[in-house]
Nanobody
Framework: QVHLMESGGGSVAVGGSLTLSCVASGSTESISCMGWFRQAPGKERKGIASIDSNGRATYADEVEDRFTISMANATNVLQMRLLTPEDSDMYYC??????????????????WGRGTLVNVSS
């Protein structure tokens, strides 16, 4: 069993930056891949960034060049910059295993965090 704890959410003005952290505890030896997803009320949860233990990362088109994901010692960090109101969502950390298809990294989530809220105001 893996427990994930997110932190770093909050309110920020348009164009600002936030850094989200996710610390894993428990059976962390089972984790080879971590990532971030976001979800608005009534909508599907969508993956925005994933990274494997070798540092290979994948980003959703809408965050590439603005968000940076890193992972070390069962901790996953998402640095977000140039935030817009469209980035306002509940952000969830996921952990599990990775697969690669057509040179794209996919995170197969086994465990979820409870989420941290990001609000970008204009």
């Amino acid at each position: 069993q893996v427990h994930l704890m997110e932190s770093g959410g909050g309110s920020v003005a348009v164009g600002g930056s936030l850094t989200l952290s996710c610390v894993a505890s428990g059976s962390t030896e089972s984790i080879s891949c971590m990532g971030w997803f976001r979800q608005a009320p009534g909508k599907e949860r969508k993956g925005i960034a994933s990274i494997d233990s070798n540092g290979r990362a994948t980003y959703a088109d809408e965050v590439e060049d603005r968000f940076t994901i890193s992972m070390a010692n069962a901790t996953n960090v998402l640095q977000m910059r140039l935030l817009t109101p469209e980035d306002s969502d509940m952000y969830y950390c996921g952990a599990g295993t990775c697969s690669i298809d057509d040179d794209v990294l996919y995170l197969n989530v086994d465990d979820w965090g409870r989420g941290t809220l990001v609000n970008v105001s204009s």
